[in-house]
């Protein structure tokens, strides 16, 4: 079982050492971009700091782009616009997924009907084309995007949780401790939490990476963090004219959006093979 062809020689068996390799690689590219105060020499957005287009050295580690702006320290803060705001978004996205999902599970068997169908709706309805509608209405933003991303991608979280309810309440124990009158709220807490949490962190890893490769994406093209925000898409984009006379500045922001969802996909790929060797369905 893979997630995003990721080689199963990968998953089957190494599980452990993949989920602690993610593990190091995204703490690490958090921490940075959290100590970017500290770490970074100048104001991301201040221009003529140094020469135009320098390379990198002289007091700035990634070079200088087109308005003299320190190229280093705009990938460092660019990383704390990205993965904050995006990690807000998708711990957003969970809760309501899971809210979402464990009522329809919960539910009798019209209403689970009917939420399965409205979440399986969502689900195949194409993420990008409705985050480019939220655009279009509410203009070009990096928080335009997360919100737009918000309208959907709550639904593989619902969809997993209601399936992950509707499977713990058929478990033996669940229906012993229903017979005996144990409440709804009491079997979510003894029944049901105990088995969302694992497929849920899987879920939530492999999405993250795709949230943040897609929010870079629609930067890129203009759509999302517009300028002079620091923002690794719209960097990207700002720094195509010169990809082959200044290649150095689109390694900052491309290697940091690459290592991200390397990491994240890692973490993802690593906790699912955990579970599936201790026992635990993964759905």
């Given at each position: 079982m893979t997630v995003l062809g990721l080689p199963r020689l990968l998953t089957t068996g190494r599980g452990r050492g993949l989920l602690l390799v993610g593990a190091a690689l995204l703490g690490g590219v958090v921490?940075?971009?959290?100590?970017?105060?500290?770490?970074?020499?100048?104001?991301?957005t201040a221009q003529r700091v140094g020469p135009r287009m320098a390379s990198p050295g002289g007091g700035h580690w990634l070079g200088t782009d087109r308005f003299g702006r320190d190229h280093g320290s705009r990938v460092l803060?660019?990383?704390?616009?990205?993965?904050?705001?995006?990690?807000?978004?998708?711990?957003?996205?969970?809760?309501?997924?899971?809210?979402?999902?464990?009522?329809?599970?919960?539910?009798?068997?019209?209403?689970?009907?009917?939420?399965?169908?409205?979440i399986d709706t969502v689900v195949a309805f194409p993420a990008v084309i409705v985050i480019l509608a939220f655009v279009g209405l509410r203009g070009p933003s990096l928080v335009t995007v997360l919100g737009g991303a918000l309208l959907v991608w709550w639904a593989?979280?619902?969809?997993?949780?209601?399936s992950l309810v509707r499977a713990a309440l058929a478990e033996p124990s669940a229906v012993t401790a229903r017979a005996l009158g144990a409440s709804r709220p009491r079997l979510l807490v003894t029944e049901v939490a105990p088995r969302l949490a694992g497929p849920l962190g899987v879920l939530a890893a492999v999405e993250t990476g795709q949230l943040v490769s897609t929010v870079a994406g629609l930067?890129?093209?203009?759509?999302?963090?517009?300028?002079?925000?620091?923002?690794?898409?719209?960097?990207?984009?700002?720094?195509r004219a010169s990809a082959l006379s200044h290649p150095h500045l689109m390694l900052g922001p491309g290697i940091a959006v690459l290592v991200t969802v390397f990491a994240l996909t890692c973490v993802g790929e690593g906790l699912r093979d955990v579970l599936d060797r201790s026992g635990q369905v993964v759905a």
């Amino acid at each position: 079982m893979t997630v995003l062809g990721l080689p199963r020689l990968l998953t089957t068996g190494r599980g452990r050492g993949l989920l602690l390799v993610g593990a190091a690689l995204l703490g690490g590219v958090v921490l940075v971009t959290l100590a970017a105060p500290v770490l970074a020499g100048f104001d991301p957005t201040a221009q003529r700091v140094g020469p135009r287009m320098a390379s990198p050295g002289g007091g700035h580690w990634l070079g200088t782009d087109r308005f003299g702006r320190d190229h280093g320290s705009r990938v460092l803060y660019g990383g704390r616009q990205t993965l904050l705001l995006t990690g807000a978004t998708m711990a957003l996205t969970v809760a309501i997924g899971t809210g979402v999902g464990a009522a329809v599970g919960l539910a009798g068997r019209r209403l689970d009907d009917l939420g399965r169908k409205a979440i399986d709706t969502v689900v195949a309805f194409p993420a990008v084309i409705v985050i480019l509608a939220f655009v279009g209405l509410r203009g070009p933003s990096l928080v335009t995007v997360l919100g737009g991303a918000l309208l959907v991608w709550w639904a593989p979280f619902a969809r997993l949780a209601r399936s992950l309810v509707r499977a713990a309440l058929a478990e033996p124990s669940a229906v012993t401790a229903r017979a005996l009158g144990a409440s709804r709220p009491r079997l979510l807490v003894t029944e049901v939490a105990p088995r969302l949490a694992g497929p849920l962190g899987v879920l939530a890893a492999v999405e993250t990476g795709q949230l943040v490769s897609t929010v870079a994406g629609l930067s890129f093209l203009g759509l999302g963090a517009q300028p002079p925000a620091a923002e690794w898409g719209a960097m990207l984009a700002d720094s195509r004219a010169s990809a082959l006379s200044h290649p150095h500045l689109m390694l900052g922001p491309g290697i940091a959006v690459l290592v991200t969802v390397f990491a994240l996909t890692c973490v993802g790929e690593g906790l699912r093979d955990v579970l599936d060797r201790s026992g635990q369905v993964v759905a």
